[in-house]
């Protein structure tokens, strides 16, 4: 294949479970334009794939590899990253979960666009989303969202993200890599904005993808809470520590408060405690601390007499 005809998008599937995997696979036999190639990279699963794949090697494009040791269960990232390492020559990365399903013309939308996105200089897409549950059916809107939009404005409104939905460039992915949070949990988001350079996403809502929720995902099952605790504080702790200069005043009040509530609602996780009050004495921001040990007597005056 010449490289003016290769395939600029990769669909990489970091596979471990089988309940939803041929709703995902259909999904991409139905895509419109079949101009991508699908990397599986199968985490030492008990649930093998293989029958299954086996019905789809005329229909579908893609190479398939089990990994001899499970890596997700120590770290989620490190499991996306070697996935992405059996792409090709590729571009761009879509890093699909084994139980997320794409509207058919998600690729042909992708093409359609990939001109202006690359003339704009930006390195992360993303598509419009709807929530599905166990049977697939629908349980939410459609999420659109600005077709250019900074990624850290994003951060600050009132939406939903999941992986599943963008689209990154590659290169960015090789030079920064993701950040390792428990259970990739706030993962994707940071590399929306690390991989944006802080910059902007570009939008298709017209096409979508629907991220299912369900008892075997993270997000659906309340068994993962205080990972995803932990993950959501040192995501906000690392914008903080290392990002700091990438906010605007406004958005800095808004990190503060949510960093405060990662201890607020977990008062014995005194190791949020230290890190937070190490932060803002050395960043001299005292007046944001003693609004924090306000906030925390507060909350223990309530709690006492509640």
Wanted: aromatic share 16%; net charge positive.
């Amino acid at each position: 294949m010449n490289s003016t005809n290769k395939n600029k998008i990769a669909i990489v599937i970091p596979y471990y479970k089988i309940s939803f995997f041929d709703d995902v696979l259909k999904s991409l036999t139905s895509q419109t334009d079949k101009r991508f190639k699908i990397y599986i990279g199968d985490d030492s699963s008990p649930e093998n794939p293989k029958e299954l794949l086996e019905r789809y090697k005329e229909s579908l494009d893609f190479v398939y590899h089990k990994f001899e040791k499970n890596l997700g269960s120590i770290s989620l990232t490190q499991q996306w990253e070697r996935c992405i390492a059996l792409s090709n020559d590729e571009d761009w990365v879509l890093i699909l979960g084994d139980d997320d399903i794409l509207s058919k013309n998600v690729i042909e939308s992708f093409y359609e666009k990939i001109n202006a996105v690359e003339n704009e200089g930006i390195n992360v897409i993303r598509f419009a989303t709807q929530k599905i549950n166990t049977e697939g059916k629908i349980i939410s809107n459609i999420y659109n969202h600005p077709e250019i939009e900074k990624s850290t404005d994003f951060l600050f409104r009132r939406s939903r993200s999941s992986l599943s939905e963008y689209v990154f460039k590659k290169n960015q992915i090789h030079t920064i890599g993701f950040k390792d949070f428990p259970l990739g949990w706030y993962s994707d988001i940071l590399a929306v904005l690390e991989f944006s350079n802080f910059e902007y996403v570009y939008s298709i809502n017209q096409s979508i993808v629907q991220v299912r929720v369900s008892s075997l995902s993270i997000s659906g099952s309340s068994l993962y809470d205080k990972q995803k605790d932990t993950a959501t504080f040192y995501f906000y702790f690392y914008l903080l520590n290392n990002k700091f200069a990438s906010f605007s005043q406004s958005e800095l009040d808004e990190l503060y408060c949510k960093i405060n509530k990662c201890y607020l609602n977990n008062k014995k996780r005194y190791g949020f405690f230290l890190k937070i009050s190490k932060f803002y004495i050395v960043k001299k921001l005292f007046r944001e601390y003693f609004l924090f040990i306000k906030q925390i007597i507060l909350f223990t005056i309530r709690s006492i007499k509640s």
